[in-house]
T-cell receptor, first 108, second 114 residues
């Protein structure tokens, strides 16, 4: 069964500091991985997809198959980055399995 | 472009009552899903559909029913509401072969069962 682990429920950093949100997954096969973000009381939005190797809002995420990790990084955090971040795996039925989420707070 | 529309946004039910959460999308997406969001547990899949007339159970299907008579609509029915079903419910959809573009989510329905 697929599983996604986000070890940090809460993460606080100061504005301008680097931030890394950790994600580890278990999945038998070739996973599709995503990061979704939910700003306060808004709907979930797709932030990143591993297959596109893109940078969105300064965030990047590299899939490390050896460590089964997909950590989300940003070199300089901004206050508007404060949100709930979910690491997500797409399974064999093409449905999504969510991690428990990390609430990021960027302090002024 | 409305995307995924969920109604109602808020609902309070008494234990034992039934109700239907509505979800509609106007993007001609084949895949639709229902999730519930609970603190510390992320989102968990309740039911999903890969097309009109086809539905299947997710991780937490007990106490919920779904149907998919049209491509656009995917209602979620609570048969006999229980306090454990207090949660925020999200509907999501995506196009066939559009996995790499991710799912589009609705704005959610906040349900309280007393």
């Amino acid at each position: 069964a697929q599983r996604v682990t986000q070890p940090e429920k809460l993460l606080s950093v100061f504005k301008g500091a680097p931030v890394e949100l950790k994600c580890n997954y278990s999945y038998s096969g070739s996973p599709e991985l995503f990061w979704y973000v939910q700003y306060s009381r808004q709907r979930l939005q797709l932030l990143l997809r591993h297959i596109s190797r893109e940078s969105i809002k300064g965030f990047t995420a590299d899939l490390n198959k050896g460590e089964t990790s997909f950590h989300l990084k940003k070199p300089f955090a901004q206050e508007e980055d404060s949100a709930m971040y979910y690491c997500v795996v797409s399974g064999s039925a093409r449905q999504l399995t969510f991690g428990s989420g990390t609430q990021l707070t960027v302090l002024p | 472009n409305a995307g995924v529309t969920q109604t109602p946004k808020f609902q309070v039910l008494k234990t034992g009552q039934s109700m239907t959460l509505q979800c509609a999308q106007d993007m001609n997406h084949e895949y639709m899903s229902w999730y519930r969001q609970d603190p510390g547990m992320g989102l968990r899949l309740i039911h999903y559909s890969v097309g009109a007339g086809i539905t299947d159970q997710g991780e937490v299907p007990n106490g919920y029913n779904v149907s998919r008579s049209t491509t656009e609509d995917f209602p979620l029915r609570l048969l006999s509401a229980a306090p454990s079903q207090t949660s925020v419910y999200f509907c999501a959809s995506r196009a066939t072969g559009g996995l790499n573009y991710g799912y589009t989510f609705g704005s959610g329905t906040r349900l309280t069962v007393v």
